[in-house]
């Protein structure tokens, strides 16, 4: 009997565990990135990383160990990120002014924008992105506002058009209005702090970015109206990734890149890989774990499908099989592979089946890499745990572990 126990625990006890959501980061991974790199710490609030330390991330409301947080490089072009009195800052009908407001990384550096028109009209600070800024690219505004005496902000996209997002600074948020070719979303983070952003594929070089106070559907606002705004961020690419403050120049955060060299616990003809993660955008495909020496060998990873994403099972020499599943939140997810069989698993669901592929299922890895990127993708967001077990696990065990 004692026997027989041990060898069920064995069986469904992987012989590799990394567990971010621990708070630690596993000692035998290897983690590179040549720059800094902003997180959430375990108090809430904002914090620098030095380079090449990776970033174990904490949710700002709840407090949560998130897990690694993995992101693609990108770089703010907006100077002066926690400065509006800055002279890159015009002022349109607006005095920006500092407030008492604490802000994300505990510093006093939350601005006040009170509208000093007269009338109904536009009031907004406006910069322009410093450095390269490519017509017919995507460009990311955001920014971290907190209500006034109202409720309402604006986030412009000026290129010879206004291309606008109204945002609703209550309860959860919501994005009010967007006009035609402009998204935008908005996140809570907590004691009345809302992230929100506008993406916009821009049509000139002569293209600023504008940040005020707003009413419901429309850019204006009243005299004496005022929001409070910090951390302005423009980025080219499409949604906004984690907070780059800066200065007088350009910011860039490099990709995140880890890996882990395989061991006697690997076993190259057969396996189970399991991992719990989710994405912080739904743009572009991301492979969450791969084989270093074959590229296409995919182990678990997703791909953009109208809104949803896909948890691929082992992609042997580029053939893939995967189910559909929403991974903007946490969402789990399999790929395994026998003698005779390879198939997946994400959020209970089973996928189709590759049968059986001569030679061996894994190639001959010697190391794996964990959210590398690959060619423009990369899957920005958080992961809590990665998992293997040398054998493939039995299906109705799997779907439950994903479930």
């Not at 998130?66 to 349109?92: I, P």
């Not at 929100?196 to 850019?219: D, F, L, Q």
């Not at 955008?281 to 590229?295: H, K, M, Q």
């Not at 010697?366 to 990369?378: D, E, V, Y």
């Amino acid at each position: 009997m004692r026997k027989t126990m041990l060898g069920l625990v064995s069986q469904f006890t992987p012989v590799r565990c990394w567990n971010f959501a621990s708070g630690l980061f596993p000692a035998d991974l290897t983690f590179s990135r040549p720059t800094l790199a902003w997180r959430f710490n375990n108090s809430g609030i904002l914090e620098a990383v030095a380079n090449h330390m990776p970033r174990i991330d904490y949710d700002p409301i709840t407090l949560e160990c998130v897990g690694y947080l993995h992101e693609e490089r990108r770089t703010n072009q907006l100077l002066y990120s926690k400065d509006f009195s800055n002279a890159v800052w015009g002022k349109f009908n607006c005095t920006p002014e500092i407030s008492g407001i604490t802000n994300l990384d505990n510093t006093a550096s939350v601005w006040k924008i009170t509208n000093t028109g007269s009338g109904n009209i536009w009031a907004r600070v406006r910069a322009g992105l410093s450095g390269t800024v490519t017509v017919g690219n995507n460009y990311t505004a955001s920014a971290v506002f907190w209500a006034g005496n109202t409720n309402y902000a604006a986030i412009v996209h000026s290129d010879g058009v206004n291309n606008t997002a109204v945002f609703a600074l209550t309860g959860n948020g919501s994005v009010v209005s967007t006009t035609t070719g402009v998204s935008a979303s908005i996140k809570h983070l907590g004691a009345g702090r809302y992230r929100c952003e506008a993406y916009y594929a821009i049509t000139s070089a002569s293209y600023t970015v504008n940040y005020g106070p707003a009413s419901s559907g429309s850019t204006n606002s009243n005299p004496g109206d005022y929001i409070f705004a910090s951390f302005p961020q423009g980025e080219q690419g499409k949604w906004s990734t984690s907070i780059i403050p800066t200065t007088s120049a350009v910011a860039t955060r490099d990709y995140d890149t880890c890996s882990i060299v395989t061991g006697n616990w690997f076993n190259r003809k057969g396996g189970t890989f399991f991992a719990e993660s989710r994405r912080l955008n739904r743009i572009g495909s991301g492979r969450l774990l791969t084989f270093d020496n074959v590229v296409n060998d995919v182990i678990l990873g997703y791909t953009e499908n109208n809104n949803m994403v896909n948890g691929l099972g082992p992609a042997t020499y580029g053939s893939q099989i995967g189910t559909a599943t929403d991974t903007l939140n946490w969402t789990r997810m399999i790929s395994a592979t026998s003698v005779s069989d390879c198939w997946g698993s994400v959020a209970g669901g089973l996928a189709g089946s590759l049968g059986g592929i001569s030679g061996t299922k894994y190639p001959d890895a010697t190391m794996l890499r964990i959210a590398p990127a690959q060619g423009s993708n990369f899957p920005n967001g958080h992961t809590k745990k990665i998992e293997f077990w040398p054998h493939a696990l039995a299906k109705t065990y799997a779907r439950a572990l994903t479930s």
